[in-house]
């Protein structure tokens, strides 16, 4: 595993950023530039030193060859490129473990948020917000099963949590440094980095915006992504569902007790029990509570041995823009687990 520091024709700026934009890229080559001048218009107004440290998540088209080109023009753009599609989740955990800003933006690269509310977050952080939150007033372009499927989502993780995770809240949001730092501890694989911002604590607002339609391309969280992100959040923050496979394994047991009683009170006085299709319906029915059972089990189980087996969250192939010097010395504070050797 070789992460390759490239050269550039540009000396990269020594100054110490001020702010940090960090954004997942996936397939978005339509998108790049777009979002490269938006985000740099917005930050350009604060008249403060910043960086953008872009992810490519394993982009199987232009992307990494489009912030190639603008790394190259732009020193204050620095990647860091995946060996392979490590997914959204870990894309912003990396942007967290590279991004030397006292105060961290994560925000998608497909501008449905819009780049111009980071004015709104900075004013919050400045007013001594620790985390500042974008909260969706309104959400243009999307279906009403996605709506629908996001409200029940967020009503579901509410009630079976301890933690209080705002409802209508993506990624999109400002971390202050403590935030960050806290957050780059917790190397857990299975990520959903909007509970894990809740679960840390620390002062919280919320800004509200509208959120707009996809620039371009199609939508990287299709349904079956969604339901393993769901999983993901579930079980990462609640035990609720092993203690209803335990709660309903009891009442069976329960139930079941009664009706052997019951069948042999009958079978003894009386000729009510005939055959066995009763019988075959119950026991087909028991197999069928017992594998979704087992099933909720291996999910917990699956991920204790994610955990176990100790693997990297993600491998660098590229970098952009990043001191190996300063890498090093972060590594060595304990701040991101070793998954590189730098050449």
């Known amino acids: 595993m070789v992460a390759q520091q490239e050269e550039n024709s540009t000396t990269p700026s020594t100054t110490q950023p001020t702010y940090s934009i960090v954004a997942p890229i996936f397939n978005e080559e339509e998108t790049i530039p777009h979002f490269y001048a938006r985000v740099v218009a917005v930050m350009e107004q604060l008249q403060e030193p910043f960086e953008l440290v872009l992810i490519n998540d394993g982009s199987r088209d232009n992307s990494y060859q489009i912030l190639q080109s603008l790394h190259r023009q732009d020193t204050r753009v620095r990647v860091v490129d995946f060996s392979r599609n490590f997914g959204h989740q870990v894309a912003i955990s990396a942007g967290l473990d590279y991004a030397q800003g006292q105060a961290v933006v994560i925000i998608d690269s497909d501008l449905q948020d819009p780049p111009e509310i980071i004015l709104q977050l900075v004013e919050r952080w400045k007013a001594g917000a620790e985390v500042v939150y974008a909260q969706r007033a309104k959400r243009d372009g999307e279906t009403k099963f996605k709506l629908l499927t996001a409200s029940l989502f967020y009503r579901l993780i509410s009630r079976i949590t301890s933690i209080e995770i705002p409802r209508n809240v993506g990624d999109f949001r400002l971390l ?40 371009a391309g199609t939508t990287k969280y299709p349904f079956q992504k969604m339901l393993r992100f769901s999983m993901d959040a579930i079980t990462s923050f609640s035990h609720l569902p092993l203690q209803i496979a335990t709660t309903f394994g009891m009442i069976l047991a329960f139930l079941s007790l009664i009706g052997i009683i019951i069948a042999i009170v009958l079978r003894l006085f009386t000729d009510a029990i005939v055959g066995q299709a009763s019988t075959l319906i119950m026991v087909l029915f028991m197999g069928g509570i017992q594998l979704i059972f087992l099933g909720i089990i291996g999910e917990y189980l699956g991920r204790i041995y994610d955990e176990v087996r100790a693997r990297p969250l993600y491998i660098v192939h590229h970098l952009l823009g990043l001191e190996e010097e300063e890498e090093v010395t972060r590594a060595k504070q304990g701040i991101r687990s070793p998954r590189r050797t730098v050449k």
């Open 176 to 215: 202050d440094r403590h935030v960050v730092d806290a957050l780059i501890s917790m190397r857990e694989h299975h990520r959903f980095m909007r509970g894990l911002s809740a679960w840390v604590g620390f002062r919280q607002e919320a800004v509200l915006y509208d959120r707009h339609e996809r620039f």
